[in-house]
């Protein structure tokens, strides 16, 4: 297989290949954005780390690469969000906030001029933006955090502002082909009134020389809900307000040389055609080479900040490492996915597949060159002598803290061997902690503890003698499924009642009435600790 087929078993190549078919100076800008009105959450590391994969293959051709995110922050505060995040990302309810009123009182206006109601920062916005950037350090990826408001108070958008109004007439036709109650009189700026601070959409006539518009405070419609103005006129300057979501788009791409950007589905079919005709047939400019992508859903449902339904990156990072959760993103974007954490095991198996058949130790044509691609941009550094627990395993060594013991277990499955190195054993064990963590998250049947010493019991004859017939078993190297069914045939070959035998068994491991599916559990765990707690040995 040529270098130029190999690159094209990788989305990424694809679209880097569309950017430089425009021969873009350096550095190559690509963008992402969002208005950080909600928690920050994996929904809206989207367009970071698909940026992230183009970014990091235009630097490997040899080429400066800056990876922008706009926060739109000087957009307005349209609706109460239920819950929010602190800057540990710890979610809250509003009433739980040292300054819950602080969203309500200031509806309709720019997000940073609504006080925190956390009290940390200098605005809502400013606080929201800090969330952001928390977010793209978590997974590793180095972005600059632009601030639209800051674009717009150093003046950066004051010559597209200045040029939308003097071409006011045609700016109005291009939309008014998008949206309905765009006529004539339309003018492209939303001013922020000077005396309630809320945004307006009127505006009665601008200055192109002074650089300023004239303006009545009117009620703002927000989805189904109508913000009051205050009836104010007055004059605000090109930095005293912002353009419409519909002419910003295009704006920050000609302000920030954009030369590729990511979007969601939803953008695809409303904001980017109006955006791409404004930018090449009112503004003049190209737009940017798109990829559109898939949302995915989180446990089936869609991601929205505003109906409280979100996982951070950091709740993520507690269950599985930044090259798995990488990995995830990797994947065509064209191809809608369920984030579902009940079946976290999976994607880690699934990772740890595309790691193996990268190294050689899995085989598999079909997934090779996809593997040999990608996998060098998931980690931060390629080592063959990595080693990964597989995930239930990691999740039955939580089930104790002891860290001897559970060194000793994994060993004792063959997954360290003398030639292991000291730090692959140590990052290994990691996985552990995030396993737990997992099992705890989702109390299913890897949330147990168990017990290190032998508990104390008090079995009759039959049941000890059973037991260490199923102490044979398992020590002859029968698997899970193997073991589950013997429980049943042990205990009827001893005249033990069924269910008196299973609680025998969490009594041993658990020093509990009841626990996991007892057969798979003592199948994960290592066979010599089995065998000896059977036989009640220690």
């Given at each position: 297989m040529s270098d130029a087929d190999d690159h094209r078993v990788f989305w990424a190549d694809e679209?880097?290949?569309?950017?430089?078919?425009?021969?873009?100076?350096?550095?190559?800008?690509?963008?992402?954005?969002?208005?950080?009105?909600?928690?920050?959450?994996?929904?809206?590391?989207?367009?970071?780390?698909?940026?992230?994969?183009?970014?990091?293959?235009?630097r490997e051709r040899g080429h400066e690469v800056r990876q922008i995110f706009t926060s739109d922050d000087?957009?307005?505060?349209?609706?109460?969000?239920?819950?929010?995040?602190?800057?540990?990302?710890?979610?809250?309810?509003?009433?739980?906030?040292?300054?819950?009123?602080?969203?309500?009182?200031?509806l309709g206006k720019p997000l940073t001029a609504v006080p925190?109601?956390?009290?940390?920062?200098?605005?809502?916005?400013?606080?929201?933006?800090?969330?952001?950037?928390?977010?793209?350090?978590?997974?590793?990826?180095?972005?600059?955090?632009?601030?639209?408001?800051?674009?717009?108070?150093?003046g950066k958008f004051d010559d597209v502002v200045a040029f939308l109004l003097e071409n006011q007439q045609k700016a109005a036709d291009v939309l008014s082909e998008?949206?309905?109650?765009?006529?004539?009189?339309y003018i492209p700026f939303n001013p922020v009134c000077e005396n309630c601070g809320k945004l307006t959409e009127t505006v009665l006539s601008f200055d192109l020389e002074a650089r300023t518009v004239e303006y009545e405070c009117t009620d703002l419609k927000a989805g189904g809900n109508v913000i009051d103005g205050c009836g104010h006129t007055g004059t605000a300057t090109f930095r005293e307000g912002k353009l419409p979501w519909r002419f910003e788009w295009p704006a920050q791409w000609q302000v920030l040389k954009v030369d590729h950007e990511p979007f969601g589905k939803d953008h695809a079919a409303g904001s980017?055609?109006?955006?791409?005709?404004?930018?090449?047939?009112?503004?003049?400019?190209?737009?940017?080479?798109?990829?559109?992508?898939?949302?995915?859903?989180?446990?089936?449902?869609?991601?929205?900040?505003?109906?409280?339904n979100v996982v951070t990156a950091h709740e993520i990072l507690e269950l599985l490492e930044p090259e798995v959760?990488?990995?995830?993103?990797?994947?065509?974007?064209k191809k809608a996915r369920d984030?579902?954490?009940?079946?976290?095991?999976?994607?880690?198996?699934?990772?740890?597949?595309?790691?193996?058949?990268?190294?050689?130790?899995?085989?598999?044509?079909?997934?090779?060159?996809?593997?040999?691609?990608?996998?060098?941009?998931?980690?931060?550094?390629?080592?063959?002598d990595r080693v990964r627990l597989p995930y239930t395993f990691a999740a039955v060594l939580g089930m104790t803290d002891d860290v001897e013991l559970r060194e000793e277990m994994a060993r004792n499955e063959e997954?360290?061997?003398?030639?292991?190195?000291?730090?692959?054993?140590?990052?290994?064990?990691?996985?552990?902690?995030?396993?737990?963590?997992?099992?705890?998250?989702?109390?299913?049947?890897?949330?147990?503890?168990?017990?290190?010493?032998l508990p104390e019991t008090d079995f009759d004859a039959a049941t000890k003698a059973a037991l260490s017939d199923l102490a044979e078993f398992v020590e002859a190297g029968h698997d899970g499924e193997e073991i589950q069914g013997e429980i049943y045939e042990t205990a009827k070959r001893h005249d033990v009642g069924v269910g008196d035998f299973f609680s025998a068994g969490y009594r041993l491991f658990f020093d509990a009435e009841q626990g996991p599916r007892l057969g798979t559990f003592l199948g994960e765990l290592d066979r010599e600790f089995v065998v000896t707690r059977l036989r009640r040995e220690g």
């Amino acid at each position: 297989m040529s270098d130029a087929d190999d690159h094209r078993v990788f989305w990424a190549d694809e679209v880097a290949d569309q950017i430089e078919a425009r021969d873009p100076e350096d550095p190559i800008i690509i963008k992402g954005g969002v208005s950080p009105s909600g928690i920050p959450h994996i929904g809206h590391l989207n367009e970071i780390l698909r940026g992230y994969f183009v970014a990091q293959v235009l630097r490997e051709r040899g080429h400066e690469v800056r990876q922008i995110f706009t926060s739109d922050d000087k957009d307005p505060l349209r609706k109460i969000p239920r819950r929010l995040a602190d800057l540990d990302f710890t979610i809250k309810d509003l009433g739980d906030l040292e300054n819950p009123g602080a969203l309500g009182r200031n509806l309709g206006k720019p997000l940073t001029a609504v006080p925190d109601p956390f009290g940390c920062c200098g605005s809502f916005g400013e606080h929201q933006t800090k969330l952001l950037e928390k977010n793209a350090k978590a997974v590793g990826v180095p972005i600059e955090v632009v601030s639209n408001t800051e674009l717009y108070a150093d003046g950066k958008f004051d010559d597209v502002v200045a040029f939308l109004l003097e071409n006011q007439q045609k700016a109005a036709d291009v939309l008014s082909e998008y949206q309905d109650k765009v006529d004539a009189d339309y003018i492209p700026f939303n001013p922020v009134c000077e005396n309630c601070g809320k945004l307006t959409e009127t505006v009665l006539s601008f200055d192109l020389e002074a650089r300023t518009v004239e303006y009545e405070c009117t009620d703002l419609k927000a989805g189904g809900n109508v913000i009051d103005g205050c009836g104010h006129t007055g004059t605000a300057t090109f930095r005293e307000g912002k353009l419409p979501w519909r002419f910003e788009w295009p704006a920050q791409w000609q302000v920030l040389k954009v030369d590729h950007e990511p979007f969601g589905k939803d953008h695809a079919a409303g904001s980017w055609p109006s955006g791409k005709d404004i930018a090449e047939n009112v503004l003049g400019i190209d737009a940017p080479v798109p990829m559109v992508y898939e949302w995915f859903t989180y446990n089936g449902e869609a991601l929205s900040s505003s109906a409280g339904n979100v996982v951070t990156a950091h709740e993520i990072l507690e269950l599985l490492e930044p090259e798995v959760f990488k990995y995830f993103f990797s994947l065509t974007p064209k191809k809608a996915r369920d984030f579902d954490v009940s079946r976290l095991n999976q994607l880690v198996d699934d990772f740890d597949r595309f790691e193996g058949i990268y190294f050689g130790r899995i085989e598999d044509e079909d997934l090779k060159p996809l593997a040999d691609r990608v996998y060098p941009f998931l980690v931060d550094e390629v080592k063959a002598d990595r080693v990964r627990l597989p995930y239930t395993f990691a999740a039955v060594l939580g089930m104790t803290d002891d860290v001897e013991l559970r060194e000793e277990m994994a060993r004792n499955e063959e997954h360290f061997t003398d030639e292991t190195p000291a730090w692959a054993v140590e990052d290994a064990l990691q996985r552990v902690e995030k396993a737990r963590n997992w099992a705890e998250r989702l109390d299913n049947e890897y949330n147990y503890r168990l017990q290190v010493e032998l508990p104390e019991t008090d079995f009759d004859a039959a049941t000890k003698a059973a037991l260490s017939d199923l102490a044979e078993f398992v020590e002859a190297g029968h698997d899970g499924e193997e073991i589950q069914g013997e429980i049943y045939e042990t205990a009827k070959r001893h005249d033990v009642g069924v269910g008196d035998f299973f609680s025998a068994g969490y009594r041993l491991f658990f020093d509990a009435e009841q626990g996991p599916r007892l057969g798979t559990f003592l199948g994960e765990l290592d066979r010599e600790f089995v065998v000896t707690r059977l036989r009640r040995e220690g």
